[in-house]
């Protein structure tokens, strides 16, 4: 079974540049995560679609990231201008379960560097 | 927000050693799990807990869901080299018809020395 997908897998761009991180989930996950994993943390939750409806976006900083899930398979997600302090892993992850039992399948991640 | 704490942020074992993690919170979680993350991938589950008190292992791993539903413990045995990595607590509180949103503690970064 093939896993969740990410691109690019590295990305370096200056401040005030845009940027947009694609992910396609495992076949069948209704389920779709964006986390941002700064360096030393955890991963933050950005946003959570069940299939193409946004369920929780609470942490997402909606004055410079959108992130949309058009027929509720693959996610993009855009960062625009970027800032300094975006410097980060962007993981995106799926689930099967429509009721959350928290056990989430990763992607390797898209590396962010902002100069 | 819900903080998970995990402390020390890093640990230095023998191969060999057994190790001990563990994950407290100020708020009550319906579910407990643990991720290990490898350089330059995604964490992957290694066990999920969903009933306070529960016991459950994973080959090596023994990980268990605290009475007080305020913490979760993981347990490595016999350490090998390829236990190095980042180790997550992750913790979700009740959902109510929705999926509920898991909380990640700033991880440990464990060191097996051969």
């Known amino acids: 079974e093939a896993g969740v997908a990410q691109s690019p897998r590295y990305k370096i761009i200056e401040k005030r540049q845009s940027v947009a991180f694609w992910c396609n989930p495992i076949?069948?996950?209704?389920?779709l995560y964006w986390y941002q994993q700064i360096l030393g943390q955890g991963p933050k939750l950005l946003i959570q679609?069940?299939?193409?409806?946004?369920?929780?976006d609470s942490q997402l900083p909606k004055d410079r990231f959108s992130a949309e899930r058009l027929k509720g398979v693959d996610s993009t997600l855009k960062i625009q201008p970027a800032k300094l302090e975006d410097s980060a892993v962007y993981l995106c992850?799926?689930?099967?379960?429509?009721?959350?039992?928290?056990?989430?399948?990763f992607g390797e991640g898209s590396r962010l560097t902002v100069l | 927000g819900q903080q998970l704490n995990q402390s020390p942020q890093s640990m230095f074992i023998q191969e060999g050693e057994d190790v001990s993690m563990n994950c407290t919170s100020s708020?009550?979680?319906?579910?407990w799990l643990w991720y290990k993350q490898d350089p330059g991938e995604g964490p992957v589950l290694l066990i999920a807990?969903?009933?306070?008190?529960e016991l459950t292992s994973n080959g090596r791993l023994t990980a268990q869901f605290g009475i007080t539903r305020k913490d979760s413990f993981l347990n490595i045995s016999a350490s090998i080299p390829s236990d190095v990595g980042i180790y997550f607590c992750?913790?979700?509180?009740?959902?109510?018809?929705?999926?509920?949103?898991?909380?990640f503690g700033k991880g440990i970064t464990l060191s097996v020395r051969p």
């Open positions: 807990l969903y009933k306070a008190g």
């Open positions: 708020s009550i979680f319906n579910t």
């Open positions: 076949s069948g996950h209704a389920t």
């Open positions: 679609f069940q299939n193409n409806g946004v369920v929780d």
């Open positions: 992750a913790g979700q509180l009740p959902s109510y018809g929705a999926n509920s949103k898991l909380t």
């Open positions: 992850a799926s689930s099967f379960q429509g009721q959350g039992t928290g056990e989430l399948f």
